[in-house]
């Protein structure tokens, strides 16, 4: 194989890739207008649909014009030998292996994070805006993706960095260290992401004493769960759309409710939320989740670690000596139809344990509850009701809005 050949079956999966999502969209974007199941009939009101079909629509030429753009720049970096030309400013400054590839990866992301600036800067200001969801200020906006940047540096920069030096030191066995350091660091960040990531962009507060706390804990109680640690997050810092999630596990266990959520949901309906998170906890999910997480990792760096040394990855890009931040470039994207496939098969396993969070609630709390504050979430959210079942397949981690209903609404 030459590296010619290596070149052109990487520009041969970026359009794939491309073109397959172009065909879920569109075929997605053809069953907006139809009619709505009788389940679903009572979640929008009859102006708020219009205004949901409204959104679905910008939000989907929105779409086909950032991924046009983003395959247009990166097609043209490829053919006009980009990385080899970062690589060489890169070089130009130090000698150090990992120096060079740490300044790589920041022009790269930086650079590309710059370009489509524009296009997340419209979506927040302009669409959400005119949509009614957006309560972002500029100056959070652009504190966001500072703070983004920062945090990048640090964390992705200090992994990267160490994961070099691996192979400088251990060659190809590298992978296994590197296994080690990204397991620890997705423990740790599981265990402690509402403690140190968190209050870099928002505000968390303790859910305070009351009703709310009373029938959360009462419903803790019954399913023999401790459950102190409730916080609310200030979401409606950014943005009018609400969520609930479950963080950290063993005595790090704690429920993160948006501000948003606790002010669109009755009382009962945030408890069946919970209810429902309690399920992915009890069910192991969330261990599942990063057992199966560790692994891949373990398999992406084996099979990395059997192509890094070769010089056809380097030189596919248009540089000559081996060097482990272009393979990684390189193999990043040849490893992509691999992780498309995980990717569908962790959405297949998350639809299932969805299914049985929902059951869960269901069986603890009763149906009733969680249907109706699925639908007030999915109203309040302008959401899709008639997705295609193929875009459900590839794109969705939780089953469609109608197929939970039905779900819960049997005995
Ligand atoms: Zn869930």
């Known amino acids: 194989m030459t590296a010619e050949t290596v070149f052109y079956i990487i520009i041969a999966i970026l359009l794939l890739d491309f073109i397959v999502d172009q065909v879920l969209d569109a075929l997605n974007a053809k069953h907006f207008e139809d009619k709505l199941p009788a389940e679903l009939e009572d979640v929008y009101e009859d102006k708020e649909y219009e205004r949901s079909q409204a959104y679905k629509k910008t939000r989907y030429k929105f779409g086909i014009l950032t991924s046009s753009f983003s395959l247009i720049l990166t097609l043209a970096f490829f053919f006009l030998g980009g990385f080899a030309w970062v690589d060489a400013i890169a070089k130009s400054i130090t000698d150090n292996l ?17 370009l489509t600036t524009p296009f997340s800067y419209y979506s927040t200001f302009v669409i959400e805006e005119k949509f009614g969801f957006n309560k972002t200020t500029k100056k959070t906006f652009f504190l966001d993706k500072i703070k983004g940047w920062l945090m990048m540096a640090v964390l992705g920069g200090g992994i990267l960095a160490l994961i070099i030096w691996f192979y400088q030191f251990a060659g190809d066995n590298f992978w296994i260290y590197a296994w080690a350091l990204i397991t620890v660091f997705s423990i740790v960040m599981n265990m402690f992401y509402s ?13 305070e004493e009351g009703i709310l706390r009373t029938k959360i804990e009462a419903y803790a109680k019954t399913v023999g769960f401790t459950l102190d640690k409730i916080f609310i997050i200030d979401g409606s810092k ?23 959520l606790v002010n669109d949901l009755e009382e009962d309906e945030i408890v069946a939320v919970l209810a429902h998170e309690v399920g992915h906890y009890k069910k ?16 992406t760096l084996w099979l990395l670690s059997l192509f890094i040394s070769s010089p056809l990855l380097s030189q596919a890009l248009g540089v000559e000596e081996v060097s482990f931040h272009i393979g990684l470039i390189a193999f990043g994207i040849l490893y992509s139809p691999i992780s498309e496939i995980t990717g569908l098969l962790m959405n297949i396993l998350s639809r299932k344990f969805e299914y049985q969070a929902d059951n869960y609630a269901k069986e603890t709390f009763g149906s009733a509850p969680l249907i109706s504050s699925l639908k007030k979430l999915s109203s309040n959210s302008l959401s899709n009701l008639t997705p295609h079942p193929a875009y459900i397949f590839f ?5 469609s809005l109608l197929q939970r209903i039905k779900n819960l609404k049997l005995k």
């Open 284 to 299: 192991k999910h969330i261990i599942f989740n990063l057992f199966v997480g560790i692994i891949t990792t373990g398999f």
């Open 395 to 399: 794109h969705y981690s939780h089953p």
């Open 195 to 207: 403690k140190l990531i968190v209050p870099l962009f928002n505000k968390q507060t303790p859910l």
């Open 238 to 260: 950014r943005s009018t759309k609400a969520n609930a999630y479950f963080s950290g596990f063993g005595s790090e266990k704690r429920i993160t409710l948006f501000d948003t």
């Open 98 to 114: 990992i120096l060079i590839a740490l300044i790589f990866f920041g022009i790269i992301m930086i650079g590309s994070d710059i």
